[in-house]
């Protein structure tokens, strides 16, 4: 027994020295990085992205603030609650690469968007891209492709390699018309085929792609009513929820054989603002987000060819500051939506928070103050929109 134990001391041995000198064998397991969270500071004094993510009872801690090397602008200013608040007019001002390794954010200012590569405790800036147009707003990503929507209509695709470096993709830049800005959202589908780009001008556009992520046609939906299209996401290849913040609407489309969009079923609340809309992992419930009643509305997909009954609207958080804007007075100032399977997220700088809703099992939404983060730098400063979880 004793020389059993001696041989196995021995053998211990000569694998740790192996190890020593082997840099293959004694490799570090690739990070894991889950519940990273991510909100766009979009200054002028230059951009900044905030860092948060889940502890273990779920609540929103702040992990860093790290700059993008890029810089904002204050388009719309809403001041009257101590500083600037700046919507960046459309979800998706933030994206994930399809492996989640890279945080990507537009910058406004510049124009460019910056890469930055995910670590358990920090960000690590990789790369900034140049934009060919003015005022970007808007990303969608899907397999080694981004494209970026600008304010007045510039769309321009790119491909991201394994370390975060960036480069324009051959015929993938378009200028659509300018009469129609603003121009809010971009959406990829799950094949990376297919773009839609909506413009609150009651217009949309359905862009093939070819294999190499360039544009091959574009296809322009015209609508027939003042809706207001906005916020966009798909349901599978072939079907997308889209929100309209005219008339409160959320309605589905089918694009069909000639690339255009043809409306299978809507639901209209005649309530403006419907913004921020996503659609949850398991494609049977679409969320939407109200700015004006600071609402969050859930929408049954389970017949969406056929119909979209609402099936719940939430109760507003506590608000505790007031804002004119235009016609409306704001109590909330949501930014943008976030679905991570139990939790909805919705930023509100007005109110100086990150305000989250637990998803029930029969689909109500409860709002959670002990899990929103109300803390420093969630202060009437986070401007560009914003997107996350990393693990989502």
Known sequence: MKNFYNYLFILF???????????????????????????????????????????????LEYVGS???????????????????????????????????????????????????????????????????????NAMATRKNLVYV??????????????????????????????????YVNVSINFSATTLVVTTVRNRAFVIQLDSNGGFTSITETIYDENIGPYGSAFIDDT?????????????????????????????VTNTGGHCWLRVSDDKKSAYVTNTPQGAIYVYDLSNYQNELPQTFKSTPPPSRNTVMQGDFTLHYLYLDLVYSKEFIYTIDPLNERIDVYRIETDGTLIYQADKSYNDWPIVNTISGGFNGFSDY
């Open 66 to 136: 790290y700059a993008t090397k890029g810089s904002g602008e204050n388009l719309f200013l809403v001041s009257n609650f101590g500083a600037i608040s700046d919507p960046n007019i459309s979800q998706d001002a933030i994206v994930y690469s399809e492996d989640k390794k890279f945080v990507m954010n537009v910058n406004n200012n510049d124009p460019s968007f910056s890469v930055l590569k995910i670590h358990r405790d920090s960000l690590e800036f990789k790369s900034k891209q140049a934009t060919d147009y003015e005022y970007p």
């Open 149 to 182: 929507l600008h304010l007045n209509g510039g769309l321009q695709g790119f491909k991201i390699d394994d370390e975060g470096n960036t480069s324009p993709i051959a015929n993938a830049s378009h200028q659509f018309g300018t009469d129609h800005t603003p």
């Open 239 to 267: 079907n997308i929820a889209v929100s309209n913040g005219f008339d409160g609407s959320t309605r589905i489309y089918n694009i069909n054989a000639n690339n255009e969009l043809v409306l299978l079923s809507k639901n």
């Open 13 to 59: 041995c000569l694998i740790a020295i192996s190890c020593n000198n082997d840099d293959d064998c004694c490799e570090t397991p690739p990070e894991e990085v889950t519940s990273a969270f991510f909100v766009l500071n979009n200054l002028n004094s230059g951009n900044q992205l905030i860092y948060l993510r889940k502890d273990k009872k779920d609540a």
